[in-house]
């Protein structure tokens, strides 16, 4: 019988399917060890492989408490500069 290894994305595979662009996987990385609590494996050339199934399960919403909320995100920006506006 054989066992079939689990599917892995490279970065730009996994910020494709997840409709980010890569430097952003890399930036979260660095920052907070993750993206969205997921946490790639490392090979020894330096390279990251994301795990296929956790990367799905967040780009289809199964994981939406995880997952940045971009709309409310840029909401607050807009906020933010017609307020400052205002205050000039």
Request: contains cysteine.
């Amino acid at each position: 019988m054989q066992t079939k290894d689990p599917r892995n994305y490279s970065s730009s595979r996994a910020a494709t399917v997840l409709g980010i662009r890569a430097p952003s996987l890399s930036t979260a990385l660095y920052r907070n060890g993750h993206y969205c609590g997921i946490r790639p494996a490392r090979l020894p050339n330096g390279r990251l492989l994301w795990p296929a199934d956790e990367v799905d399960a967040l780009a289809s919403g199964a994981r939406a408490d995880e997952a940045p909320n971009a709309g409310a995100r840029l909401a607050a920006g807009r906020i933010r500069v017609s307020a400052d506006e205002v205050s000039k």
